[in-house]
């Protein structure tokens, strides 16, 4: 399971992606997806076919329910994506789509974050071993801790970071750093857990101890594997992973 030569140091922290990580990728924003592209439809004067086309542009089959392996809607900040979008012909007259896009992507009454198994349970058995634990997302910092506070688990974390931090964004290390800075460890000390290939980039430019990589989310896990340390099914299976890494 561990590949590199030689074993980490000591673990003291835990730096988290958020999406697809710690949140059901498709249980929380495949809904929200559906319903900005539906509203940008109605917007610009189309229908159900329109929405299926902004849908398809980034990235995402709406019929076979199946997201593109480069897909931006697996990585992306909600600016990225409302850029796309903007440049659609059919929403050239539609002159509020950043805005029609941020209210959806924050709308956590309509489209609630749905955890991957039993968060607060992991993580203070995570926390019982003297880790620090962080979050780093493409998403907003804001967006970040109002979903971790929707979910009961704000207490857990003494980093949360998003895109907009003034940390830079993935793959670049400067999260990382970030969160190495606040808790007082090194990269070299520090697990990043995530569900693309930003995430594990973001570990390997950081000089971290380990990238763990998680099929939870929307990448394959072929397209992951050549960047991590190690693979596993979700989040929850991480306890095991750090005995094993200890063992």
């Known amino acids: 399971m561990f590949r590199r030569s ?10 988290f992606d958020k999406d697809g990580t710690l949140v059901d990728f498709r249980a929380t924003w495949v809904a929200a997806y559906r319903g900005v592209a539906k509203e940008l439809a109605e917007r610009a004067g189309g229908g159900p076919e329109l929405a299926r086309h902004l849908l398809r542009c980034a990235g995402y089959d709406p019929d076979a329910d199946r997201f593109d392996e480069e897909s931006p809607l697996l990585w ?12 659609e012909p059919a929403l050239r007259r539609v002159p509020d789509v950043g805005a029609v896009v941020t209210a959806h992507f ?11 198994g039993d968060l607060g349970d992991l993580l203070t058995r995570l926390r019982r071993r003297r880790l620090e ?9 804001e967006k970040a801790r109002a979903t971790v506070a929707d979910l009961g688990i704000a207490e857990h974390f003494v980093f949360v970071a998003g895109a907009d931090a003034g940390h830079g964004a993935k ?12 808790v007082g460890c090194t990269p070299e000390e520090t697990v990043v ?4 290939r930003a995430d594990l980039a973001m570990a390997r430019n950081a000089g971290c101890a380990v990238a763990v990589a998680v099929r939870s ?13 190690a693979v596993i099914g979700d989040v929850q299976e991480l306890d095991d992973l750090l005995d094993r890494l200890a063992a």
């Open 217 to 229: 989310g929307g990448t394959p896990s072929r397209l992951l594997a050549p960047l991590a340390d």
């Open 6 to 15: 030689a074993m980490p140091p000591t673990i003291k922290a835990v730096l």
């Open 171 to 182: 793959p670049e290390p400067g999260m990382v750093h970030a969160f190495c800075d606040v």
């Open 193 to 196: 857990v995530g569900d693309s």
């Open 76 to 87: 992306a900040t909600s600016e990225t994506v409302a850029a796309l979008w903007q440049a």
């Open 106 to 116: 924050g709308d956590h009454r309509r489209y609630p974050p749905v955890p991957i």
């Open 133 to 141: 634990l962080g979050i780093a997302t493409m998403d907003s910092t």
